[in-house]
């Protein structure tokens, strides 16, 4: 027999769906501030600074997403934590395809583009570990709050 | 629950974000397109 109501639903991943409109906002943002000043990759820190700031609200919607999902489960607080580094995580890894991208485009449109590989592999290392870091302290902050003693029993 | 003093502030961005970003770009377009609309105001 099928038990349709018994089956967990269809849900999409909030760490995925929430890095990707963050990401989203993020490249609009970052396309924003480089038209302003002129086509030149001035603001990339400014941009960059930015987004540290978003991973941790990122974390935070993505988590809380999570935390109301599955708040009459057996397991209230799992995966929060995980789909708040997610969402920075994905958020991390999309501007960096989105910065590379725009880097072969600029090139081939004629400017001139300096990369130095070591220092860019260690600027997205650094950047990744941010972000995980970053998202799982929200993704924590938000768990804490649905943590619930087994031992109370002033619920019953 | 066990919520931070600082989480109020928090969960108010996170509920109102597309609002704040939105008043920000329309800001900025206003800032940026001042020399097309300030003469319709006569400044």
């Keep these: ?156 | 629950m066990n919520a931070e003093p600082w989480e109020d502030i928090v969960r108010f961005i996170c509920g109102w974000w597309w609002l704040i970003l939105l008043i920000i770009a329309l800001g900025l377009t206003a800032y940026f397109t001042r020399n097309l609309w300030l003469g319709w105001l006569g400044l």
């Design chain 1, 1 to 156: 027999m099928n038990y349709p109501e018994l089956e967990p639903r269809k849900r999409p991943n909030p760490g995925f769906t929430v890095g990707l409109t963050g990401s989203l906002v993020m490249i609009a943002i970052s396309l924003a501030v480089f038209f302003m000043n002129g086509a030149e990759t001035n603001g990339d820190l400014l941009v960059w600074v930015l987004q540290l700031v978003a991973y941790f609200f990122l974390g935070r919607i993505a988590a809380q997403q999570q935390a109301e999902f599955q708040q009459h489960t057996y397991e209230p607080t799992r995966g929060i934590v995980g789909a708040g580094i997610g969402a920075a995580l994905v958020t991390s890894i999309l501007m960096w395809i989105f910065l590379i991208i725009r880097d072969v485009v600029r090139d081939a449109l004629g400017n001139i583009v300096l990369l130095e590989p070591i220092t860019f592999c260690g600027r997205i290392i650094v950047d990744v570990l941010l972000a995980m870091g970053i998202g799982g302290f929200a993704g924590r902050s938000v768990e804490k709050q649905y943590h619930t003693n087994p031992y109370d029993t002033s619920n019953f």
